[in-house]
């Protein structure tokens, strides 16, 4: 193995379920099989899955793009861009597998490698993981002391990012709507200017009709005033008229004078007719200007609700503009609170960093007890090497016992059922003997039971000879019946 970096290697079956397990399998149908006798394809493939899941950070990929110098030596840069993504593939791997003490790796384990070198690329690749697992777990305490910091971090980082994108939007629409705020100013300045000068315009108007107000109450009281001295004359007029039938100088006087008065009278009547005309012209005038006043008031009117309007807009501007201090100020105390997540960022970083040093220093003496231990262990295995070849021999011997006890038993089992066969023929041919022999014995009984019967009063040698026979009779037939029952 040209490898500096220790760790077992492990077989192409647990190579494929480790690739499963991680995710980084080239081929979902990967079988162990394809790892003992892999393909050109196979190791670049777990390679880039690897670098893309646990090396490369996101956004951190190779773009595919050439640079300068590729395009100046490559006549069709076009043609090699596969050639140069192989080669990009190769140098970082190089470099990792470097990186983790896995020593010679060339182009050739890396394009057509051959079945060891694939078992040895791919169980330090998964021994790697497995280090790396064992060290997440042992650092995730840690981490835990600083919950949801990435979330945090995002969570802040999008919070700046949508106030600057609303403070960008609030000034795009403050200097969209610069150009009309202007306008509104000029426009509410002159509508100011209008305002004073409709104003005076009014004060004076209002003079005028109070002057011709005055003028118009004077030439009611002279109306009235010559209405009065009418009534007057003509009852003056009826007096005179009932002294002329008494009086004729009298009356000649007195209606002289009467036409006098009546010509004084005619001409009050025209100045005041003219003055009642006077009077009707100035109040046609007054009407005309009490219509121009009120369309003048109707107009400073719509004016006032548009300065009100423009006062609005105004004071939206300035709650918008104040909305985007207080925004600023809350971004300055974000920037404030990352500032300082940075610090303990960086502190947690230390800390990281002394405590990889620590599981350092406890590795390397762990690995020394280890040496020791793996030095002792085979030293008490080279011991217990001819214990294990004399267990060898006696299991050799055993196992040779076993074989020729089988073959006896075998033997055995043969013989007894030839004795087996043999004593069943033996059964059957006493049974045939007995069936025959069954019929006089028991006519020797009968015989036996007639004649004790005869004898009982003088006993004779034949009969004993006959009582003597036939027990041993009645026993045969016994036994035959016992038989026969089984």
Same mark, same amino acid.
Request: charge should be neutral.
């Given at each position: 193995?040209?490898?500096?970096?220790?760790?077992?290697?492990?077989?192409?079956?647990?190579?494929?379920?480790?690739?499963?397990?991680?995710?980084?399998?080239?081929?979902?149908?990967?079988?162990?099989?394809?790892?003992?006798?892999?393909?050109?394809?196979?190791?670049?493939?777990?390679?880039?899955?690897?670098?893309?899941?646990?090396?490369?950070?996101?956004?951190?990929?190779?773009?595919?793009?050439?640079?300068?110098?590729?395009?100046?030596?490559?006549?069709?840069?076009?043609?090699?861009?596969?050639?140069?993504?192989?080669?990009?593939?190769?140098?970082?791997?190089?470099?990792?597998?470097?990186?983790?003490?896995?020593?010679?790796?060339?182009?050739?384990?890396?394009?057509?490698?051959?079945?060891?070198?694939?078992?040895?690329?791919?169980?330090?690749?998964?021994?790697?993981?497995?280090?790396?697992?064992?060290?997440?777990?042992?650092?995730?305490?840690?981490?835990?002391?600083?919950?949801?910091?990435?979330?945090?971090?995002?969570?802040?980082?999008?919070?700046?990012?949508?106030?600057?994108?609303?403070?960008?939007?609030?000034?795009?629409?403050?200097?969209?709507?610069?150009?009309?705020?202007?306008?509104?100013?000029?426009?509410?300045?002159?509508?100011?200017?209008? !305002?004073?000068?409709?104003? %005076?315009? =009014?004060? $004076? @108007?209002?003079? /005028?009709?109070?002057?011709?107000?005055?003028? +118009? #109450?004077?030439?009611?009281?002279?109306?009235?005033?010559?209405?009065?001295?009418?009534?007057?004359?003509?009852?003056?007029?009826?007096?005179?008229?009932?002294?002329? !039938?008494?009086?004729?100088? %009298?009356? =000649?006087? $007195? @209606?002289?004078? /009467?036409?006098?008065?009546?010509?004084?009278? +005619? #001409?009050?009547?025209?100045?005041?007719?003219?003055?009642?005309?006077?009077?009707?012209?100035?109040?046609?005038?007054?009407?005309?200007?009490h219509e121009k006043l009120t369309k003048q008031h109707s107009k400073i009117q719509d004016v006032h609700e548009q300065l009100v309007?423009?006062?609005?807009?105004?004071?939206?501007?300035?709650?918008?503009?104040?909305?985007?201090?207080?925004?600023?100020?809350?971004?300055?105390?974000?920037?404030?609170?990352?500032?300082?997540?940075?610090?303990?960022?960086?502190?947690?970083?230390?800390?990281?960093?002394?405590?990889?040093?620590?599981?350092?220093?406890?590795?390397?003496?762990?690995?020394?007890?280890?040496?020791?231990?793996?030095?002792?262990?085979?030293?008490?295995?080279?011991?217990?090497?001819?214990?294990?070849?004399?267990?060898?021999?006696?299991?050799?011997?055993?196992?040779?016992?076993?074989?020729?006890?089988?073959?006896?038993?075998?033997?055995?089992?043969?013989?007894?059922?030839?004795?087996?066969?043999?004593?069943?023929?033996?059964?059957?041919?006493?049974?045939?003997?007995?069936?025959?022999?069954?019929?006089?014995?028991?006519?020797?009984?009968?015989?036996?039971?007639?004649?004790?019967?005869?004898?009982?009063?003088?006993?004779?040698?034949?009969?004993?000879?006959?009582?003597?026979?036939?027990?041993?009779?009645?026993?045969?037939?016994?036994?035959?019946?016992?038989?026969?029952?089984?």
């Amino acid at each position: 193995m040209a490898s500096g970096f220790g760790f077992p290697i492990l077989s192409p079956a647990e190579i494929a379920e480790q690739l499963f397990q991680y995710g980084i399998a080239p081929v979902a149908n990967l079988r162990p099989e394809n790892i003992a006798s892999p393909q050109p394809d196979l190791l670049p493939g777990v390679l880039a899955r690897f670098f893309d899941s646990f090396v490369d950070a996101p956004g951190d990929g190779e773009d595919g793009l050439l640079g300068f110098s590729d395009l100046e030596v490559l006549d069709n840069p076009e043609h090699h861009a596969e050639a140069i993504r192989v080669l990009r593939l190769y140098n970082k791997s190089q470099a990792f597998l470097d990186s983790i003490q896995f020593k010679d790796f060339t182009l050739a384990d890396f394009s057509r490698p051959t079945p060891r070198r694939v078992v040895e690329v791919l169980s330090a690749l998964i021994n790697f993981l497995f280090y790396r697992e064992e060290k997440v777990t042992l650092l995730q305490p840690i981490v835990s002391e600083t919950p949801d910091y990435h979330e945090r971090t995002l969570e802040l980082k999008a919070r700046m990012a949508q106030l600057q994108k609303e403070i960008g939007d609030h000034e795009l629409a403050e200097q969209m709507e610069e150009p009309m705020a202007q306008q509104l100013e000029a426009d509410v300045n002159a509508l100011q200017q209008k !305002v004073q000068v409709y104003n %005076k315009q =009014q004060l $004076a @108007l209002r003079a /005028k009709a109070a002057v011709i107000n005055d003028k +118009k #109450e004077e030439i009611h009281r002279k109306i009235t005033q010559a209405d009065f001295e009418l009534t007057k004359h003509a009852q003056e007029n009826s007096r005179l008229m009932s002294k002329l !039938v008494k009086s004729p100088e %009298k009356v =000649q006087r $007195a @209606l002289e004078e /009467k036409k006098s008065a009546r010509a004084k009278l +005619k #001409e009050s009547e025209k100045i005041a007719m003219q003055n009642d005309q006077e009077k009707s012209a100035a109040l046609e005038i007054r009407n005309k200007a009490h219509e121009k006043l009120t369309k003048q008031h109707s107009k400073i009117q719509d004016v006032h609700e548009q300065l009100v309007a423009a006062k609005t807009v105004e004071k939206e501007v300035k709650a918008r503009k104040a909305k985007l201090n207080d925004e600023s100020v809350s971004v300055m105390s974000f920037d404030a609170q990352i500032v300082d997540w940075q610090g303990k960022v960086h502190e947690m970083e230390e800390r990281l960093k002394g405590k990889v040093k620590e599981r350092n220093q406890i590795i390397a003496d762990e690995n020394q007890k280890l040496g020791a231990l793996s030095s002792e262990t085979e030293g008490k295995l080279r011991c217990l090497e001819p214990r294990e070849k004399k267990v060898e021999a006696t299991i050799a011997k055993a196992s040779n016992l076993c074989s020729e006890a089988a073959s006896s038993r075998t033997a055995a089992t043969a013989e007894q059922q030839k004795i087996h066969a043999k004593f069943n023929s033996i059964v059957k041919a006493f049974n045939t003997y007995m069936d025959s022999v069954d019929p006089f014995l028991e006519r020797v009984e009968e015989v036996g039971r007639q004649s004790a019967g005869e004898g009982a009063s003088a006993p004779d040698p034949s009969a004993a000879v006959t009582t003597k026979t036939t027990p041993r009779a009645s026993a045969m037939s016994k036994k035959s019946r016992a038989r026969k029952r089984t």
